[in-house]
Nanobody, 115 residues
């Protein structure tokens, strides 16, 4: 069974930075696709960024140029570096692992961007 644990969320001022981490248990991390999603109050969960097992990345238009997704297969961890944060980035951020058509989700970490 795969377990995902996110960390790194918090309160930050507009223009600030945060780095989220998602640590995965199990032995399939290196061959799995990983993604970050977010869900703001009253809104649907949306894709923020994803990264394949080979390291190819994809970003939502709203975060291009500000967020960077990366992975460390030796540590079974995926990261989301978030720079130039805006109030509209406020949401609960979730990581997702996909392998063999199965999806596993973390519990989420709150990111609040406010002055």
């Amino acid at each position: 069974q795969v377990q995902l644990v996110e960390s790194g969320g918090g309160l930050v001022q507009p223009g600030g930075s945060l780095r989220l981490s998602c640590a995965a248990s199990g032995s399939i991390f290196s061959i799995a696709a990983m993604a970050w999603y977010r869900q703001a109050p009253g809104k649907q969960r949306e894709l923020v960024a994803d990264i394949t097992s080979g390291g190819s990345t994809n970003y939502a238009d709203s975060v291009k140029g500000r967020f960077t997704v990366s992975r460390d297969n030796a540590k079974n961890t995926v990261y989301l570096q978030m720079d130039s944060l805006k109030p509209e980035d406020t949401a609960v951020y979730y990581c997702k692992l996909t392998r063999a058509f199965l999806n596993y989700w973390g519990q989420g970490t709150q990111v609040t961007v406010s002055s």
